[in-house]
């Protein structure tokens, strides 16, 4: 397992730590009788020895993660609405503040951030190349430019609107294959005291937490506070800043300033300091955490065989990109989970990338309980296990996976 290849910010050499398979494309969810032509490739992730970039070894042509018919919605989750709500209400407060701001979102999906900045009249745009997504925020008086961020569009745009006093990711920024293409974009368009905040998987929660299934076509890098201060520097920024979010299981909040312009924050001296204690640039500590991963996958499936012999039904929970990962990682089908319930409408009644479950809305699982639901949207647990108290209340069991294997 040691294919070296090209790092993709500074050409360094990326060894290879860890291989979860061939994989389709996280949100490539099928119509029943059109799995014949799925599109696979091999999911496997690799350290950059020069930058310390976690990042995919192979990739994934990014007009096809992100088609017209792009599935997931960020709006899906109350908890995430919340979410956003604070970021839109503390950007305005601290960085909107001029007499005519200016925040631009980078894969702005269907508006739940900008929303906010549509009915407060601040002038915002999104760039979001998925149509359909892209059809939603619209529909919310969100502006979109429905096509892929880089130096282009950052050009054109800075010709329409002018500099942007926000450049704002969520989720966006480590899918951008070329980071150079983005950063000379993000420089073009930022203004000269601008910032450019991002809030991304955190690679210490991927390995730390064994959130492995977090690995997938769409996140081509796996920041860590290390590989975002490399990248700053490399392209004439400085990180000023580095919280730790609590979403998706623990993100970070990165900022970004012009050189000087900003005071630095001491999470980034802290976050340095413990990144470098965990070893997540040494290659030798993540084959560990490979280790560690296989051990979940064999787990995983001894326990849904049990339980399958026990002649007890479970079903999945939660239709996330990170679904795609865990399925076909470890071989569960529709023999082991006969389906998964999901509250997207437009997940159900398709099938799960390359596994082919059936999807379906909720009302199949509470209709009909099982004695075992698998929790794969088990970064949204205390929001989901709330509303099905009643599951748990009739002896439902939950199965989790992150960071181990157990029954709650
Ligand atoms: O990084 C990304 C994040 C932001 O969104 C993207 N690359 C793709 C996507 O990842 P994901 O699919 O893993 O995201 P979520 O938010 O974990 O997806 C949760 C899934 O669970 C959605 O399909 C909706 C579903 N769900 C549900 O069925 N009932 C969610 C909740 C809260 C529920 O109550
Ligand atoms: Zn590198």
Redesign the pocket.
Known sequence: MTTPTACRMCRGTVIEVLDLGPQPS??AFLAPGSADLEMVYRLAAGICESCTLLQLIDDTPPDLRYSDTYR?E?S?????RRHFAQVAERLLATELTGADPFIVEIGCNDGVLLDHFARAGVRHLGVEPSKGVAELAMAKGVNVTTEFFGTSTAVDIRERFGRADVVFG??TIC?ITDIADLMRGVDTLLSDDGVFVFEE?YADTIVRKRAFDQIYD??VFYFSVRSVQEMAHRFGFELVDAEQIQQ?GGEIRYTLARPGTRTLSPMVGMLLFREAEAGLADPVALRAWAADVQNTRTRLVALLENIRAEGHRVVG??????ATTMTNFCGIGPDLLPFI????PG?QGRLTPGSHIPVRP?DAFAGDYPQYALLF?W??AA??MA?EQEFSEQGGKWIVYVPGVRVI
């Open positions: 996280a949100n997931y960020a899906g989750s109350a908890g995430a969520a989720n899918s998987p769409e996140h998706h929970y939660g239709a996330p990109a990170k319930c999901d509250s997207t997940k909720r949207a970064n949204h929001e989901i509303k």
